[in-house]
T-cell receptor
């Protein structure tokens, strides 16, 4: 069974631009979560989607948004990029989540903002 | 508010040693605890998931234990190898999100 895939793997953007990251969960998984990882802050929760609905959102500004499609694939968007948005963005999938299920992570997208 | 702590922050050992990594959490009302491995610049690989009703979980040379009442979990790595070098993270769920520890960076040298 294929694992969680994320595209692109690497991105370089300029301040002020916007970016869209994509995550395809494991087949049959309906929950997708997004995390930001930086050396200073560690792993921080961005948001979680289940059946196309955002169920939970972390403490990030409105420039960070996401959505989930009917096939459970998810995208996250960051608008008006800032230098501090440089990070490894990870997505995780699970069957239904709600704290019960094992989470499986993708390889991440490395975003560099210059 | 759930807080997760891992000690030590870094560990460097010679090949062949048995290791214990520690994870502490402040709120014992958890459904499960998950251990992950992360290689530099890569994603997280799930190693073990221990449900709250379990005391131990084993996979190959890895053994994880969970003591909810004391808010502790340990990851035991037997006969360590250079290929075990990575950062190890524990995480507990909080509704729809995982709360991660800060990780233990392990280096196993030949």
């Amino acid at each position: 069974k294929a694992g969680v895939t994320q595209t692109p793997r690497y991105l370089i953007k300029t301040r002020g631009q916007q970016v869209t990251l994509s995550c395809s969960p494991i087949s049959g998984h309906r929950s997708v979560s997004w995390y930001q990882q930086t050396p200073g802050q560690g792993l921080q929760f961005l948001f979680e989607y289940f059946s196309e609905t955002q169920r939970n959102k972390g403490n990030f500004p409105g420039r960070f948004s996401g959505r989930q499609f009917s096939n459970s694939r998810s995208e996250m968007n960051v608008s008006t990029l800032e230098l501090g948005d440089s990070a490894l963005y990870l997505c995780a999938s699970s069957l239904e989540n709600r704290g019960h299920d094992e989470q499986y992570f993708g390889p991440g997208t490395r975003l560099t903002v210059t | 508010k759930q807080e997760v702590t891992q000690i030590p922050a870094a560990l460097s050992v010679p090949e062949g040693e048995n290791l214990v990594l520690n994870c502490s959490f402040t709120d014992s009302a958890i459904y499960n605890l998950q251990w992950f491995r992360q290689d530099p610049g890569k994603g997280l690989t799930s190693l073990l998931l221990i449900q709250s009703s379990q005391r131990e979980q084993t996979s190959g040379r890895l053994n994880a234990s969970l003591d909810k009442s004391s808010g502790r979990s340990t990851l035991y790595i037997a006969a360590s190898q250079p290929g075990d070098s990575a950062t190890y993270l524990c995480a507990v769920p909080n509704t729809d999100k995982l709360i991660f520890g800060t990780g233990t960076r392990l280096q196993v040298f030949p």
